[in-house]
């Protein structure tokens, strides 16, 4: 079983920072592709950068050149660092652990979310 808590969100203006924090229970965080997420209200959840195992990272679109995802093993986190924010950013942004081919099994898992809302 792994769990998930995020951490970091807050009201913030348009051009402002802000730093997301994911703390995983895993023995194997590792070996997890991580991700996060965001969905504003009356939206879908949408991906927006992910993290491999293998420390590869991807982005969405709209945040390539703003967000930048990282992890440290040692200390089974992943965060989102997202700079220059904008009012569309915001939504309540969830945590993702995904199953590798070096994990037990398929499968992922979420964290409860933690709420970005970017307003002048």
């Known amino acids: 079983q792994v769990q998930l808590v995020e951490s970091g969100g807050g009201l913030v203006q348009p051009g402002g920072s802000l730093r997301l924090s994911c703390v995983v229970s895993?023995?194997?965080?590792?070996?997890?592709?991580m991700g996060w997420y965001r969905q504003a209200p009356g939206k879908q959840r949408e991906l927006v950068a992910t993290i491999t195992s293998q420390n590869s990272a991807n982005y969405a679109d709209s945040v390539k050149g703003r967000f930048t995802i990282s992890r440290d093993n040692a200390k089974n986190t992943v965060y989102l660092q997202m700079n220059s924010l904008k009012p569309e950013d915001t939504a309540v942004y969830s945590c993702n652990a995904r199953g590798s081919l070096f994990t037990p099994s398929a499968g992922d898992y979420w964290g409860q979310g933690t709420q970005v809302t970017v307003s002048s």
């Open positions: 895993s023995n194997i965080f590792s070996l997890y592709h």
